[in-house]
């Protein structure tokens, strides 16, 4: 049996794949024993581990030299290009060299690209490169002009993060880098932990006696790219965890000895780097670039392409024509980079690929015929619509129709003179379709008339020449799309708003978002929040988020200042910020490092929190609002005096007493709070109070700010006492209401808007309409206000109190308060007292009893009332004929030393006539005469009644009887119960808020949507509590129609998000007929994103033949939901299609 030795030079090299790549032209006997090891052609291996096969001197060379001349064959120039892109479905392109050169473009890629892709052709580009990642080479491309996915790049970064993935590598474990931030964006995206870095950059070692260097013993991993920034403690601290740490792996991303940095000139590339971590630890890297295979068989099972339809194309022998060839694919080597044509055919190169050429715009050097080609997809695509017989009626004149099955593509044949022809006759070159063709190849005429267009403002021709554009080539470049944009944009009209968020939203479904850059987003989103049209303007931003082009807080706290002008508008802009703020939760993102820089340029800040809450009050999502609130200590916020008036009166509105006690003590001893924003503060702590029917601790509030203010007018220091106030604390709330200062509506050309890097002034005009948002806001105060820059109660705090102490039929301790608070509060005259005026107010409605009693208390307390008080309610007494009432009135205002008048003893007279008594009638009418007291002209009762109501000096009477009349009354045990059940559900003790709930049911205390959103949101913070939201949601529909309890949005919303986060879509179509039936806003970006993250392939294929009725109703309900939230994209393709049949 024959045995050989090949030279180390000679396994090593790419001569040696030969052997078993299939498209080799070159083949040796399968009898050589050593060819049936495919390993051992390996060019990773050590070259130590290869000579192990030696064996005799002479026999060794002559086997070395006749395999060389056996596996070196010149390579052949491409001169028919045709062929080759027939036989090949996929080609990979290097970057550097084939591509670009440094951060120059090559001459023709763009249309070569186009060309092959046009062609149907699919390209992926891989990149040895590894200081950027996939999405930073997606904006390099973007940069150039080339429109190319994220998807569609694979750089030596990605590569090592997806080989730590492909080997299970333990995420305890860390990862030290010697590279630049491109790997670190991968392996952050991987979910791995990582040190080092370019934070190492500047590190240096100070080598002292004795000096140990300390190195982390959870590296389990050193990957060693290209740096720059390459250093001794770099190499020290890699050696150190690769040789010290058991089982540290060792992955290098190339060992490519020169790269492009500039086009000027070759530089050191990564082999350099991981040469000298080799040499430190004598240890041979696992090389995850090119050329190895880990590359190609990651690129064939993510594609699922066959490697013998791939072609390799670059610029390298040792590197891309190797990676070609040891992953069995065809090779092609371009000139326009490292290797020139006389190192491929020097004798001593032992790499040879399948064909060579210049550059890869070699490639549009095609035959006349094949030119023709590119024309005719135009019209294949066209035809492959559904369309196809009204477009071939158009283009091709009238003709018969043709027949078109699914997407197949009419076959055309040449004729005897090279002329295109259907098959079934029709010459595609007549007159009408020439026409078509010359204007289809004219390409750059059209971009120039329509970039024309659109810099001279002429929309309408610019949206024509740009739809003509679309049918012919699809979207034009980017800079042209850009202006496009913006030219429709800066009118600031919905008709071209719309159109130009239609091509944005068709631009992101053909995956091509890389035509747009940050900036042009913000503008358009910008422009339809300050329209009215905030759904597309918030799709906008979280499209940029989704991109991981962050959009910065300045910018979008100023787009949802204009979107919470409407309640779906603000409804999106509470769940932005909290979407925003999920990212940074519990310090998930550290501002240490440099790359985390443009996402914490994103992070929420107190004025775009101010603005949500704001809009939370405005539109009553207020239980929203407090999701907000519940976020800020978890993203580590800083807050202001505005936040914290804001919080008071979402915690008034949702009755969280015990959060506006914590905050008071916070407000108290802040500096800078006005008083206006005082007076609001404890507006809604007392309104809160009387909201629980605690009516001790609001009378003391009441009766503690009377006793300051009278301190403050009385003491000599009253500029000590007096709270500061702008010019608003004057003025009336109602005067503040009506005239807020609203600003303009105007929008800056986008060229200005681009020169503001930093977005300055949309964040000034954010702060502006934060501003009047907060002025109208101070129109909802009743019950504060401030006279000098004292705080004061008004007249609608008494009337609140009174009612309330009316209602738990408390008239001592109402009595008792108005008594203190009369003293306290400026002296007044007998009769226009606080306590005259509730009594008044008590005989206006029928009270007599109540007004009776307070009398008794005022006399028993030692306070003289008025006559008036006595006449009023003995002449209401005589009208209802309750003449033992009467009687008990007279005593008492005898023993009060009260005289009555002469209206009130002619009503005595004449009850005791009624009752036949007629010596009391004449003992009666005597008392009058001796005390004098003159006649009057007889009153009417009811016009007496409303001169006292509707007098100047009734004020506090009139509100009393308009807010016992209209108002209703409050259930204060309501109130405390579901305070009780979300302290429990915050706490997620849902046991103990079960119970609470049962027990306040059986106190007969009806729950609200308010309780059963704290139940919800409960269940839901503990996860997989679905089947508990299921039976909570039958409760809620049948006390709902027994109750008459009205549904929420929140509420709504809360039950909906946990439906379809468990996958319960019966319940879910529910929900969702029930917000639409009521009109209510629907998130459906929000639940196409969750459902996409959980149920991304749920009933994705064929039904099953057998399944039960359960199961079928279950699959037509997700299919139901599937279709609601608009996830099939060809459904909306093809109905664009039929529109444009139509047109």
Not at 527 to 542: E, F, H, V, Y
Request: aromatic residues 8%; neutral net charge; contains cysteine.
């Amino acid at each position: 049996m024959l045995t050989i030795k090949l030279s180390a030079a000679a396994v090593c090299s790419s001569s040696s794949t030969h052997f078993l790549n299939p498209h080799s032209r070159l083949r040796f006997n399968k009898r050589i024993p050593f060819l049936s090891n495919p390993s051992f052609f390996n060019p990773l291996r050590p070259i130590a581990e290869c000579s192990s096969f030696s064996t005799k001197k002479n026999s060794a060379k002559t086997m070395d030299s006749s395999a060389s001349s056996r596996i070196v064959a010149a390579s052949e120039q491409l001169k028919d290009p045709d062929q080759l892109i027939d036989s090949v479905e996929t080609f990979i392109f290097d970057c550097d060299g084939v591509i670009w050169k440094g951060d120059k473009l090559i001459d023709g890629v763009p249309e070569t690209l186009d060309m092959l892709r046009s062609k149907g052709k699919r390209l992926v580009f891989v990149t040895n490169n590894s200081t950027k990642s996939r999405k930073q080479y997606g904006k390099k491309f973007e940069t150039l002009g080339l429109n190319v996915s994220e998807e569609e790049i694979f750089a030596s970064s990605f590569a090592a993060a997806a080989y730590l993935k492909s080997i299970d590598f333990p995420k305890d474990k860390k990862v030290y880098v010697v590279g630049e931030e491109g790997i670190l964006k991968e392996l952050d995206l991987a979910g791995f932990q990582y040190i080092g870095g370019p934070d190492d950059g500047d590190k240096k070692i100070e080598l002292k006696p004795g000096f140990l260097m300390e190195h982390d013993e959870d590296v389990g991993a050193v990957v060693v790219g290209f740096d720059r920034y390459f250093n001794y403690y770099k190499i020290q601290y890699a050696t150190l965890c690769i040789r010290e740490n058991p089982g540290c792996l060792f992955i290098a991303t190339n060992r490519d000895a020169v790269t492009h940095l500039t086009d000027a000139q070759e530089w050191a590339g990564g082999g350099s780097m991981v040469g000298a971590v080799r040499g430190s630890t004598q240890r041979e890297p696992h090389v995850v670039g090119k050329p190895s295979t880990f590359m190609m068989d990651y690129l064939a099972k993510e594609f699922n392409i066959s490697k013998s339809q791939i072609c390799m194309v670059g610029d390298r022998l040792d590197t891309d024509i190797l990676f070609g060839q040891n992953g069995g694919c065809k090779t092609l080597l371009v000139l326009s980079g490292v290797t020139s044509l006389p190192i491929l055919q020097s004798p001593n190169n032992r790499i040879q690929p399948d064909f060579y050429t210049n550059k890869i715009s070699d490639f549009l050097s095609l035959k006349a015929a094949a030119v023709f080609s590119d024309e005719m997809l135009h019209v294949r695509r066209v035809i492959s619509r559904a369309t196809s017989n009204y477009i071939l009626h158009n283009f091709l004149g009238r003709v018969s129709k043709f027949p078109c099955v699914g997407c197949k593509l009419f076959p055309y044949l040449h004729d005897q003179n090279g002329a295109l022809v259907l098959r079934h006759g029709v010459d595609v070159f007549s007159h009408n379709f020439s026409t078509v063709l010359v204007q289809a190849r004219d390409i750059g005429r059209l971009h120039e008339e329509l970039e024309t267009a659109t810099n001279e403002g002429r929309l309408n021709d610019a949206w024509d020449l740009h739809e003509k554009h679309m049918w012919m080539e699809g979207f034009a470049r980017k800079s042209i799309v850009c202006k496009l944009i913006a030219g429709l944009t800066e009118g600031l009209d919905i008709e071209w708003l719309e159109k130009a968020y239609g091509l944005v939203d068709k631009a992101f479904e053909e995956h091509k978002q890389t035509l747009f850059n940050r900036e042009i987003l913000i503008y358009l989103s910008l422009g339809l929040a300050k329209c009215g049209l905030p759904i597309p303007s918030s799709t906008l931003l979280r499209r940029l988020i989704e991109m991981e082009n962050f959009p910065p807080v300045a910018a979008w706290s100023a787009i949802i200042a204009y979107m919470a002008n409407s309640p779906s508008g603000a409804f999106l802009a509470a769940e932005l910020v909290l979407e925003t703020g999920y990212k940074f939760h519990d310090g998930r993102v550290d501002p240490r490092k440099k790359c985390n820089e443009p996402l914490i340029s994103m992070k929420p800040n107190a004025t775009a929190l101010n603005i949500a809450l704001v809009g939370c009050l405005r539109y009553g999502i207020t239980r929203k609002g407090e999701q907000l609130l519940d976020m800020i200590p978890r993203i580590n916020m800083k807050t202001d005096a505005t936040s914290s008036i804001i919080m008071a009166h979402i915690y008034e509105r949702n009755g969280r007493r015990d959060e506006l006690k914590k905050l008071r003590r916070h407000v108290e001893e802040v500096d800078n709070i006005t008083g206006v924003q005082l007076r609001q503060f404890y507006n809604c702590l007392l309104s809160c109070h009387l909201k629980f029917g605690d009516l001790d601790s609001a009378s003391r509030m009441v009766l503690e700010m009377l006793r300051k203010a009278k301190k403050a007018q009385n003491s000599l220091g009253v500029a000590n006492l007096r709270l500061e106030t702008d010019k608003l604390g004057t003025a009336s709330p109602h005067q503040i209401h009506k005239n807020p200062a609203t600003p303009q509506r105007c929008f800056s050309c986008y060229e200005d808007f681009c020169r503001d890097k930093k977005f300055l002034s949309l964040e000034a005009e954010a702060r502006e309409l934060l501003n009047t948002s907060v002025v109208n806001l101070q129109g909802q105060v009743e019950l504060i206000t401030t006279k000098r820059g004292i705080l004061r109660p008004t007249e609608m705090t008494y009337v609140k109190l009174v009612k309330a102490f009316l209602e738990a039929g408390n008239t001592k301790d109402l009595v008792e308060f108005l008594i203190k608070a009369e003293k306290e509060d400026s002296p007044m005259s007998a009769d226009n007292s606080v306590l005259v005026h509730v009594i008044n107010s008590c005989i206006s409605l029928g009270w007599l009893d109540k007004a009776h009693d307070l009398l008794d208390e005022m006399r028993l307390a030692g306070i003289r009332c008025t006559s008036s008080v006595y006449n009023f309610l003995l002449k209401a007494y005589h009208k209802e004929n309750q003449i033992a009432e009467m009687k008990s009135l007279i005593r008492d205002a005898r023993r009060a030393g009260v005289q009555l008048d002469a209206s009130s003893y002619q009503s005595l007279i004449q009850s005791r006539v009624v009752e036949k008594d007629t010596a009391g009638a004449l003992d009666l009418f005597k008392e009058m005469k001796e005390a004098k007291i003159p006649r009057v002209v007889e009153q009417d009762f009811d016009l007496l009644s409303k001169r006292c109501a509707e007098g100047d000096d009734a004020h506090i009477m009139s509100k009393l009887l308009q807010e016992i009349q209209e108002g209703q009354t409050a259930d204060s045990g309501v109130h405390d119960w579901n305070s009780v059940i979300h302290f429990f559900c915050k706490k997620r003790l849902m046991q103990d808020a079960e119970k609470a709930l049962k027990k306040m049911r059986s106190l007969e205390l009806p729950p609200n949507a308010q309780t059963f959103h704290s139940m919800v949101t409960g269940y839901a913070a503990i996860g997989g509590k679905y089947i508990e939201v299921a039976e909570l949601w039958g409760e809620m529909k049948s006390f709902a129609f027994s109750s008459g309890m009205k549904f929420d949005v929140e509420l709504l919303d809360a039950v909906l998000y946990t439906f379809v986060r468990g996958g319960f879509f019966i319940r879910v179509n529910e929900v969702v007929e029930m917000m639409e039936e009521g009109g209510m806003f629907v998130d459906k970006y929000k639940y196409r994103t969750l459902f996409l993250k959980y149920h991304k392939t749920l009933h994705k294929g064929k039904a099953p033949k057998f399944q039960t009725e359960s199961q079928l109703k279950k699959r037509e309900a997700a299919l139901a939901f599937k279709k609601w939230i608009v996830l099939r994209l060809l459904e909306n393709y093809l109905s664009q299609l039929y529109m444009f049949s139509d047109s």
